[in-house]
């Protein structure tokens, strides 16, 4: 026996409406799903049909979509990156990033090795051979400003500290902030000590690990020390970035 014309005009009505109520899952590239069967990627809620446990599962091959549109590659941020990282443009944990290669040839970071090099050369320039907690671990400035001019990613620290961890790995130096190193190292008349640029233990989202900030040593105190801070961060405003004082300058080109 057939099922009615009704019957079956009802079945499709309910399965519109149970796929209609996955659409906000699917428009955003997910799979309704169970959420006892595997994802690559966490499940969302709130966006399926059905009971509680039926939910989105929008894998990494969608979530890393921004990241290879840009013609680079999603993975851990401690891993080595011959470029700079990027953050929201992968699925996973926030460590997960998208790792965008130098424009340099054979992945090469060429764009900051001339300033890089101009930078090692300068008796004027001060490069700490040492991370400022005494960490020594070939992430100091001195390293990562020999690597620079050699056209390789300066190496990041990985080691946590109070204001948060490093996550390791490597950076191509901005040659915006080398530039800035540049200019001001040669020109100021303060005494001129770099303390940190891609190394070091800063607070997570620091621009430190992308190779786009620097910090110098405060030296003297009073009325000296503020003049000396004034003028960094002066320049810091003239070059296009953002800086902060305190315990040392901070500068970052973004």
């Known amino acids: 026996m057939y099922p009615s014309l009704s019957l079956i005009f009802i079945l499709l009505v309910s399965i519109f409406l149970y796929v209609q109520g996955d659409r906000s899952c699917i428009r955003q590239g997910g799979v309704c799903q169970v959420n006892s069967k595997p994802c690559d990627n966490s499940y969302i809620r709130g966006l399926c049909n059905g009971a509680a446990s039926r939910q989105c599962c929008i894998s990494n091959a969608v979530k890393d979509r921004p990241c290879k549109n840009k013609g680079g590659k999603c993975q851990e941020n401690r891993l080595s990156c011959s470029g700079s990282y990027q953050r929201n443009l992968c ?101 001129f000590q770099v303390n940190a640029i891609a190394g070091a233990c800063h607070s997570t989202t620091s621009k430190h690990y992308q190779g786009k900030a620097v910090d110098f040593q405060l030296h003297g105190s009073g009325s000296s020390r503020s003049a000396q801070e004034k003028s960094f961060r002066d320049a810091c405003t003239r070059a296009g970035g953002w800086s902060h004082g305190g315990t040392h300058v901070h500068c970052q080109i973004v």
């Open 91 to 191: 699925g996973g944990g926030a460590t997960r990033q998208c790792c965008i290669p130098s424009s340099g040839t054979g992945g090469s970071c060429s764009s900051a090795k001339a300033i890089a090099c101009k930078i090692k050369n300068s008796s004027k320039i001060s490069l700490l051979r040492t991370n400022p907690s005494g960490v020594n671990d070939g992430a100091d400035p001195h390293s990562n400003i020999r690597d620079a001019c050699k056209g390789k990613p300066a190496k990041r620290s990985s080691y946590s500290c109070k204001e948060g961890k490093s996550p390791g790995g490597t950076v191509c130096l901005d040659s915006r902030i080398l530039q800035y190193i540049y200019n001001l190292g040669t020109s100021t008349k303060y005494q």
